[in-house]
């Protein structure tokens, strides 16, 4: 599977930006989607995932109700909704794509996108 992200740039705090991964060469519809994210200096961190079906998500605790993740499988896209943007939120966001359940660990992705930018200034 190849995914690339789109969506990310330089915004101010309290706005809201919508990421998408558009995935490819395989059955999209497989596959469980995860979005994380990597800010300078530190480790890459779970955001939000959901089953292939879009049924269930789950969410890193501290981000619940301000990120939105779905999923089209007609089009091959998953998207990541970020409402109120901080400026703690800028990082790098990754999607990632695995067999199985909407995970919240890394090592259970086989596939990875090459990451956009998101900067939030205050």
């Known amino acids: 599977v190849q995914l690339v992200e789109s969506g990310g740039g330089l915004v101010q705090a309290g706005v809201s930006l919508r990421l998408s991964c558009a995935a490819s060469?395989?059955?999209?519809?497989?596959?469980?989607m995860g979005w994380f994210r990597q800010a300078p200096g530190k480790e890459r961190e779970f955001v939000a995932s959901?089953?292939?079906?879009?049924?269930?998500?789950v969410y890193a605790d501290s981000l619940k109700g301000r990120f939105t993740i779905s999923r089209d499988n007609a089009k091959n896209t998953v998207y990541l909704q970020m409402n109120n943007l901080k400026p703690e939120d800028t990082a790098v966001y990754y999607c990632a794509a695995g067999v199985g359940v909407a995970a919240i660990f890394k090592g259970e992705y086989d596939y990875w996108g090459q990451g956009t930018q998101v900067t939030v200034s205050s």
């Open positions: 060469g395989r059955t999209f519809s497989n596959y469980a």
């Open positions: 959901i089953t292939w079906s879009g049924s269930n998500t």
